[in-house]
């Protein structure tokens, strides 16, 4: 079964622009590149790992959101992104385009509803595919044919790749239990608080004793006490946490049907003369990294070890997808 690698280009960007602060690495022209040569890196490592027949990028609409629009407090808590993190997400579509990537900036939505559109375009066509990303919302998009590659603190070595048998085992929840429960423990980052009383693990409690929400609404206050406690109980069944989690969920629920290149357009491999020549006309020279997504073949260790890339560790799989996925000994003894 064809496999298409979807990447979360905000939440990847802003992850390596942290994860490499502290080097600065500027371009020649003194324009900073290190969250655009990080993010081309998670690219490349990810292909080399995964082995997958297209990738697509997707970045959040800079000039508008339909979430904000709907409801002005969302994110609304967040400060001002640095100059140097503004500068490189700017120019990062611009930059991925050129090298040949497919890359969505949807109007007026977010990389997630490129990630949801995205997989649901995957598996209408017959194909697996997995989303790397290091926010947790994508786990909702999860099933027998979509897995989550979530990158954590400690960059790509520390990635998780969650499949539907795995969720359960991370979070208490299934795939399909995951919107009600983020809904009902809600999401600071997004400044989307939750119902009062309910963290994770209550969320879990009550999701594990009713499966919904909508049937945890249906049982007497008894049963939900009984699930989750007096204190949890009361506040779950005031009116007000209707309109919480409702609220969550509605800003949580990601679009599957947004307007995105065909499959077609995304197949690897792609032009390494082209790639090499757009991220060296931004400064960043990366070149045996870079084989999987250019369809070249694996190079010896000696040929990497003189990129830029040197240095990077091996990576297990946790969870995964079919065994002709799985990384080769020699896939691994590049990084």
């Known amino acids: ?39 081309i890196g998670y690219l490349a490592r990810a292909a080399a790992h995964l082995n997958p027949d297209a990738v697509m990028v997707g970045f959040d609409c800079p000039v508008s959101s339909a979430r904000r629009t709907s409801y002005p407090l969302y994110k609304a808590h967040r400060p001002d992104k640095p100059g140097d993190l503004l500068a490189q997400l700017a120019v990062a579509p611009e930059l991925l385009a050129a090298a040949g990537v497919c890359t969505v900036v949807p109007p007026a939505y977010e990389a997630d509803d490129v990630l949801a559109s995205a997989s649901a375009a995957a598996r209408a066509a017959g194909w697996q595919s997995v989303l790397m990303t ?10 027998a044919t979509t897995s989550v590659l979530r990158v954590r603190n400690g960059g790509f070595d520390e990635a998780v790749l ?16 995951y919107r009600d429960f983020a809904a009902l423990r809600g999401d600071p980052s997004d400044n989307l608080p939750g119902v009062r009383r309910f963290g994770a693990t209550t969320a879990k409690k009550l999701l594990a004793a009713f499966g919904t929400v909508e049937a945890a609404w249906q049982a007497t206050l008894a049963d939900v006490a009984a699930a989750v406690g007096d204190h ?24 599957h049907d947004l307007a995105l290149p065909p499959l077609a357009g995304a197949r690897l491999p792609l032009s390494y003369v082209t790639m090499r ?9 990366l070149g045996p990294s870079l084989w999987a997504l250019v369809g ?12 830029e890339t040197a240095g990077w560790k091996p990576w ?18 590049l990084f």
Do not use: C, K
Not at 162 to 177: C, F, K
Not at 318 to 332: E, F, H, I, K, V
């Open 162 to 177: 969650v499949d539907e048998q795995a969720l359960p085992g991370l979070y208490g929840v299934t795939p399909a239990q």
């Open 232 to 255: 949890a109980a009361s506040f779950f069944t005031d009116p007000s946490a209707r309109e919480v989690v409702n609220r969550n969920r509605s800003l949580m629920t990601m679009r």
């Open 316 to 333: 297990v799989f946790r969870g995964g997808l079919s065994a002709r996925r799985d990384p080769t000994p020699g896939q691994l003894s």
């Open 1 to 39: 079964m064809p496999l298409l690698l979807v990447l979360d280009g905000n939440s990847l960007l802003h992850r390596a622009y942290h994860a490499a602060a502290f080097e600065g690495m500027l371009a020649p022209d003194g324009s900073p590149i290190w969250a655009l040569r990080g993010l």
């Open 134 to 143: 290091s926010d947790r919302d994508a786990f909702a998009l999860i099933d």
């Open 277 to 285: 020549q757009a991220l060296r006309a931004r400064g960043i020279n």
């Open 296 to 307: 070249g073949a694996p190079p010896p260790p000696s040929a990497v070890a003189e990129d």
